[in-house]
């Protein structure tokens, strides 16, 4: 079957040899231009039309994925970057054909070829198989912060092999396709609501109710936190030194880390203010003279 194509291929690939000799005849004899002359001319214009080609394409996917919420722009990129892929090879081919260059050669060794490269490629043609499944079930968009095994970062970009984020203290990280379809791969970006985790402790002798109440107060005081779901205050464990009361409310994902950074800014004050505190690990020793 693979001779057969490749039979027929070359086949392809002499008529248009013989097409391009033509043309090229006919330049030479009708505007005496010199065989070189239009035969460079001709591969020139391959390339341009291969340019514009790929720029076309390039315009029309990212404009529809602007425009459709299922084909998301990581979508669109893989898509794209397949086809400008598939036109270059079609145009590198046609040049080598304008200079005459016999392909058959070149294509009755590709299976042997195909084999060996199959072996010598598999990680990066795992990481494109990879990088296709990534884009049909679209896990995260560019600017997304995600969390891929025990990587974290701002989608930057994705290509055919590979997935650039940006880390929080502004880190360049490439991960391969392969590795981050085979991880874990949380988004905190791509939801409307998340829920703020944090933990107050006080003491054994304060108040419980009164701490809630102090620290609902506080939680409500900020226009960031949602009322649907409701914030949740509630006594969490019972500690060696201590009694943690868990805070649950629920923001934005945009606004997640300004409210963490203020709350636990300002709970320690709003505590002390109200008669309340936060203890510390302490052991008494107690020395008994014999």
């Known amino acids: 079957m693979f001779l057969l194509e490749a039979a027929a291929t070359a086949d392809e ?50 404009n529809f994925s602007k425009r459709s919420k299922k084909f998301t722009f990581i979508m669109a990129q893989l898509v794209w970057k397949l086809c400008a892929a598939l036109i270059w090879i079609i145009a590198i081919v046609a040049v080598l054909g304008v200079f005459g260059i016999d392909l058959t050669p070149v294509l009755a060794g590709l299976g042997i070829t195909g084999v060996v490269l199959g072996f010598a490629l598999q990680e ?95 939680v409500n005081s900020y226009p960031e936190i949602l009322s649907d779901p409701a914030p949740l205050v509630e006594v969490g464990s019972y500690n060696d030194s ?27 004050d709003t505590l002390r203010a109200n008669g309340l505190d936060m203890p510390f690990n302490q052991m008494d020793v107690h020395l008994i003279q014999g």
């Open 242 to 268: 201590s009694i943690s009361i868990y805070v649950r409310p629920w923001v934005k994902p945009s606004d997640y880390w300004p409210v963490y950074w203020r709350f636990n800014a300002d709970v320690l």
């Open 13 to 62: 690939n002499q008529v248009f040899i013989d097409t391009v000799e033509e043309i090229t005849n006919g330049l030479e004899k009708g505007f005496h231009i010199p065989k070189i002359v239009t035969t460079l001319l001709i591969a020139a214009a391959i390339i341009i039309v291969a340019r514009i080609l790929i720029a076309i394409i390039r315009h029309t996917i990212l």
């Open 124 to 218: 990066s043609i795992s990481s494109l198989f990879s990088g296709i499944m990534i884009a049909l079930n679209s896990p995260f968009r560019v600017g997304d912060w995600v969390d891929i095994g025990d990587i974290s970062g701002t989608v930057q970009s994705m290509d055919l092999m590979c997935v650039t984020l940006s880390s929080g203290d502004n880190k360049k990280i490439t991960m391969n396709n392969k590795n981050v379809w085979g991880n874990t791969i949380v988004n905190y970006s791509y939801i409307e609501k998340r829920r703020l985790d944090m933990t107050v402790t006080v003491r054994y002798t304060d108040n419980l109710e009164t701490a809630k109440k102090v620290i609902m107060e506080l």
